[in-house]
Nanobody, 122 residues
Framework: QLQASGGGLVQAGGSLRLSCTGS????????MGWFRQAPGKEREFVAA????????DYVDSVQGRFTISRANAENTVYLQMNSLKPEDTAVYYC?????????????????WGQGTLVTVSS
């Protein structure tokens, strides 16, 4: 089971760090991803990281503002979000994949966390 946390209300230009921990799962055995879903929209890919943390991928809209990382010793994956914009408002989900790629499609991910709400005010 995955547990996402760290969401909240922040003003535009602010920062938040999301965390994803594995309960009963060793996250180092998975490639990990973050997705988000804004009200009335489809869930979209945000970022992905491979097992050892050396390879990452981002959707263009967050490139340069968000950083995905992992601390395998702590069984945790992070999403550092800087320079937040109102359009970043969404429920953010972490997910794990058995595959070896940095996947952008939801179907490649096997396990999902419950989501944490990020609200960015203008």
């Amino acid at each position: 089971q995955l547990q996402a946390s760290g969401g909240g209300l922040v003003q535009a230009g602010g920062s938040l760090r999301l965390s994803c921990t594995g309960s009963g799962r060793t996250l180092s055995t998975y490639n990990m991803g973050w997705f988000r879903q804004a009200p009335g929209k489809e869930r979209e890919f945000v970022a992905a990281i491979n097992r050892n943390g050396r390879s990452t991928d981002y959707v263009d809209s967050v490139q340069g503002r968000f950083t995905i990382s992992r601390a395998n010793a702590e069984n945790t994956v992070y999403l550092q979000m800087n320079s937040l914009k109102p359009e970043d408002t969404a429920v953010y989900y972490c997910a794990s994949s058995y595959g070896t790629g940095l996947y952008v499609t939801r179907s490649e991910y096997r396990y999902w966390g419950q989501g944490t709400l990020v609200t960015v005010s203008s």
